[in-house]
């Protein structure tokens, strides 16, 4: 079946550092790749995504390239903010008939201090 | 901008209640799901609707029951609730094919005390 695995937490940077969350995913024929933020007391919003290989998804400076041959989906952002502390989780969606459900990692708590 | 609403968004009921958490959304999605949030933040699926009068139990486990009598609307109930339900539940819609992105609700925190 498929399965997401990625960076456990929690992960604590300084303001403007370089954020890296890996990501590696298992999963048959070509899956859609996503990234979900969760600020606290919130529910998930859709960060970015990619649907093919080679495809980069990109939003609020965040970045994540589709690796097919290293089955990966890394989340990047070169300059972090205080504003960007909540937790991330890293999901597929499978390309099969009937692929209509997500399968999750078990998310990175990220916090960025001043 | 997703159009998916749950209420209440916070809830602290006494053990034995029956409880509705409501789910609604209003951009014609014909899948929608439940997820369970735990405290070490992993999501747990359990109770997910391909549509009208179809639902079907998720992963985990769960004394919650569901319902799709509309389109727009996936309520989920406790007919008796314990401690052991205290939880975060998010509701979640999409529709089409593989690549559409599933959008989330704000969540409900439920506490049982």
């Known amino acids: 079946g498929n399965s997401v695995t990625q960076m456990e937490g929690p992960v604590t940077l300084s303001e403007e550092a370089f954020l890296t969350i890996n990501c590696t995913y298992t999963?048959?024929?070509?899956?859609?790749l996503f990234w979900y933020v969760q600020y606290p007391g919130e529910g998930l919003q859709l960060l970015l995504k990619a649907t093919k290989a080679d495809d980069k998804g990109s939003n609020k400076g965040f970045e994540a390239t589709y690796r097919k041959e290293t089955t990966s989906f890394h989340l990047e952002k070169g300059s972090v903010q205080v504003s960007d502390s909540a937790v991330y989780f890293c999901a597929l969606r499978g390309s099969g008939a009937g692929s209509y459900q997500l399968t999750f990692g078990k998310g990175t708590k990220l916090s960025v201090i001043p | 901008e997703a159009d998916i609403y749950q209420t209440p968004r916070y809830l602290v009921i006494g053990t034995g209640k029956k409880i509705t958490l409501e789910c609604s959304q209003t951009?014609?999605?014909?899948?929608m799901y439940w997820y369970q949030q735990d405290p070490g933040m992993e999501l747990h699926l359990i109770h997910y609707?391909?549509?009208?009068?179809?639902?079907e139990k998720g992963d985990l486990s769960s004394e919650s029951t569901v319902s799709r009598i509309r389109t727009e609307h996936f309520p989920l109930t406790l007919e008796s609730a314990r401690p052991s339900h205290t939880s975060q539940y998010l509701c979640?819609?999409?529709?089409?094919?593989?690549?559409?992105?599933?959008?989330f609700g704000e969540g409900s925190w439920l506490t049982v005390v």
């Open positions: 609707s391909y549509g009208v009068n179809s639902t």
């Open positions: 999963a048959t024929g070509y899956p859609s």
């Open positions: 951009m014609g999605h014909d899948k």
């Open positions: 979640a819609s999409t529709d089409g094919s593989s690549g559409n992105t599933i959008y």
